[in-house]
């Protein structure tokens, strides 16, 4: 007996080493596990609201220097005719739905004289804005798949007839275009209609009435970007990425959490996340659910995004004080923070060079200027303290015991390497580098107290080469800085300015990057492939709701 066992042992000893050997990996949850959190995702797949849109309008765009991206549209009128009039007469013109819609597209053609003895091809140009019904696509420069465009092209083998567009749309403005028909008959488009989903179904309360209008308008564009990204996942953008990337997510949950409340939206997507994790247990940056789930395989490991997993699921917990979800994903939590001390020096700083140098995407903001060591240092601390806070909660302190000692020694390596006493500002890389990125994650990340962290912020405003957020979810970390600092007046102005901006000019869900002197900004080269509808935008929800003594009086 003794014998054979320690047969087996050997046995066990020598398949891990030459598996090992061989390259073949150990999955670090099991299939089982795996399979146990896809099935609950799917569970909590949430049924989608529908509801059927027209157009309300027939529009042109202009060209002025004034308008976002220098188009703005015009009312046209007479949608009645244009029902009834030639569309051969009419191409090129754009119905205007009124609002931001995401689903699917449908419209009908009947004949006006003669008999269908030809297919007619029509061209659809869908846009969340202007630009995109106005600027030509091609010869593409983007570095983003063209298909990633709304447009579409359709052949009608025979009239009458009603077509239903396969690809799920999102937009406001379609722009229709005859590119082929017969001259023995002609035709015009009788009906057009979106069926609207969206899984964000519950009624929101309304803004206290001393709120001022311009913040009732953000907070309303605000929601319509939050529900226009919530169908099956909270989606980053309902046109352009159509997934579930971490740290849109987190942003979403948190709007979410004060106005839809729909709880089992951020369950599903968390469980997804962590039964779509890398073989060693760490996260994919983000996931697919078609053709079946799957996550964006051989893309860089993403580390911001791993570490504030456990952030959400910390909130998820305060939100429902579903203990279950949390004790089954908290090994995934657990499991983030061993990638803390990968790259951490003797000196409690993070080596975001090294980490870089081996393929690790540090993401923080697009803008490219932007050194991310001090940001990332500031990241990994605020989600050891998340992680804490959540083993707390669920009785597991002693499984993260080596939390508090990094969580000292980033700290105080972070306030005597990254952190210049003659600036009073935090530096980051070889070039001391100020940002407005590293002191928000400073800050956030509790570092120094309010006190110091209002005079890092009134520094950072005077420090003419402070290197500026790219977008809006870098803004947000922003905003919540100033909050945590107490200054609240700055928050508040900031949202009204940023967000407020967008609003004036046109926005009627927010945008994935805007710079409000350059509107053409985008890290894809091609302006009309960024998202007009975006996730990690619509954070404004949060802050006015959560805040109402900041924002609503
Ligand atoms: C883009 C998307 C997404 C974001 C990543 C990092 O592809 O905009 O929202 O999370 O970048």
């Known amino acids: 007996m003794k014998h054979s066992f320690s047969n087996f042992k050997w046995f066990l000893i020598l398949s891990i080493l030459l598996s090992n050997f061989l390259g073949f990996s150990q999955d670090y949850y099991g299939p089982d596990e795996r399979r146990k959190w896809l099935d609950i995702a799917e569970n909590n797949i949430p049924s989608l609201k529908e509801t059927i849109k027209h157009p309300i309008d027939l529009v042109k765009t202009i060209k002025d220097t004034n308008a976002f991206q220098v188009y703005k549209t015009e009312s046209i009128g007479g949608l009645d005719d244009f029902y009834k009039t030639s569309l051969k007469t009419q191409s090129g013109i754009i119905l205007d739905f009124g609002e931001h819609i995401t689903g699917q597209f449908t419209f009908s053609l009947n004949t006006l004289f003669g008999v269908t003895d030809a297919p007619v091809r029509l061209k659809f140009t869908f846009g969340e804005v202007p630009s995109e019904v106005s600027v030509p696509f091609d010869p593409y420069p983007g570095g983003l798949s063209r298909a990633w465009l709304q447009d579409e092209i359709v052949t009608v083998m025979s009239i009458p007839s009603t077509i239903t567009l396969e690809r799920r749309l999102s937009f406001r403005y379609v722009k229709v275009e005859v590119l082929g028909s017969s001259p023995y008959f002609d035709f015009s488009l009788t009906k057009a209609s979106v069926k609207a989903t969206t899984s964000a179904t519950s009624e929101i309360t309304d803004l206290s009435a001393t709120s001022s209008e311009l913040i009732k308008k953000i907070d309303q564009v605000g929601l319509n970007t939050l529900s226009e990204c919530m169908q099956t996942v909270f989606e980053d953008g309902p ?19 004060y106005s839809y409340e729909n709880h089992m939206l951020t369950k599903r997507c968390l469980y997804l996340i962590a039964a779509l994790a890398q073989e060693d247990g760490f996260l994919y940056s983000n996931v697919f659910e078609y053709p079946s789930p799957h996550a964006q395989e051989g893309s860089p490991f993403l580390f911001d995004y791993a570490i504030l997993y456990n952030v959400i699921l910390r909130d998820y917990l305060d939100a429902t004080g579903d203990t279950e979800t949390a004790n089954d994903l908290w090994p995934v939590a657990k499991r983030q923070m061993d990638h803390i001390t990968t790259y951490l020096g003797e000196d409690g700083v993070f080596n975001a060079d090294k980490a870089v140098k081996n393929k690790w995407w540090l993401f923080v903001d697009w803008n490219d200027q932007l050194d991310r060591q001090t940001a990332l240092q500031g990241i990994m601390i605020y989600s050891m303290k998340g992680t804490l806070d959540l ?6 302190k002693s499984e993260v015991k080596q939390l ?25 890389g070889k070039d001391r580098q100020v940002s407005y990125a590293s002191q928000s994650w400073m800050i956030l990340a509790d ?8 005079n ?64 053409e900004l985008s890290p894809y080269q091609f302006y009309p492939v960024n998202s007009y509808c975006h996730a990690w935008s619509c954070t404004p929800v949060y802050f006015i709701r959560k805040y109402p003594e900041i924002f609503q009086n």
């Open 447 to 454: 570092v120094v107290k309010p006190k110091k962290a209002r």
């Open 456 to 519: 890092i912020l009134h520094n950072l405003q005077d420090y003419k080469n402070a290197i500026k957020p790219g977008g809006p979810y870098l803004y947000h970390y922003y905003v919540q800085a100033l909050i945590d600092s107490d200054l609240k007046e700055d928050a508040r102005e900031l949202i009204e300015n940023y967000w407020g901006g967008m609003v004036k000019k046109g926005a009627d869900t927010f945008w994935e990057v805007y710079d409000p002197n350059n509107e």
């Open 391 to 396: 083993a707390e909660k669920l009785n597991k």
């Open 404 to 428: 508090p000692k990094w969580i000292e020694s980033m700290s105080s390596g972070a306030l005597k390497h990254l952190y210049d006493k003659d600036l009073g500002l935090f530096i980051s």
């Open 239 to 257: 046109k352009r990425d159509r997934r579930l990337w971490i740290g849109d997510l987190y942003l979403q949950a948190l709007a979410n959490m």
